[in-house]
Nanobody
Framework: QGRLVESGGGSVQSGGSLRLSCTGS??????MGWFRQAPGKEDEKVAE???????RYADSVKGRFAISRDSAQNKGYLQMNDLKPEDTDTYYC??????????????????WGQGTQVTVSS
């Protein structure tokens, strides 16, 4: 059974940058995404990429975050720049997915990572 492993989380000051990585043994499709969730809150999708490389982002991270992938190495990335305290969350990667026609449409995700913590201090 495939699994996803995230890395790259940590603590930074406001305005700093982090690059999250996601490595998948079952990264059989190019579709991937990143979500985040704080304790007691619903998860929030922050970035997605479909099989054709088309990307979409949550309004809260547009212009600051960038999703990318290295299909040859079964890796995905989330480059996070100009981080803000409100970006503090546990971040999860998702793969083997089907995104909806619009950002908020229903989606199918077959693999999740275990999460990596991002903490941004002011």
């Amino acid at each position: 059974q495939g699994r996803l492993v995230e890395s790259g989380g940590g603590s930074v000051q406001s305005g700093g940058s982090l690059r999250l990585s996601c490595t998948g043994s079952a990264y059989s499709t190019a579709c991937m995404g990143w979500f985040r969730q704080a304790p007691g809150k619903e998860d929030e999708k922050v970035a997605e990429m479909d099989g054709d490389g088309k990307t979409r982002y949550a309004d809260s991270v547009k212009g600051r975050f960038a999703i990318s992938r290295d299909s040859a190495q079964n890796k995905g990335y989330l480059q996070m720049n100009d981080l803000k305290p409100e970006d503090t969350d546990t971040y999860y990667c998702a793969a083997d997915c089907v995104w909806g026609d619009s950002w908020s449409d229903a989606q199918t995700i077959n693999y999740w990572g275990q999460g990596t913590q991002v903490t941004v201090s002011s």
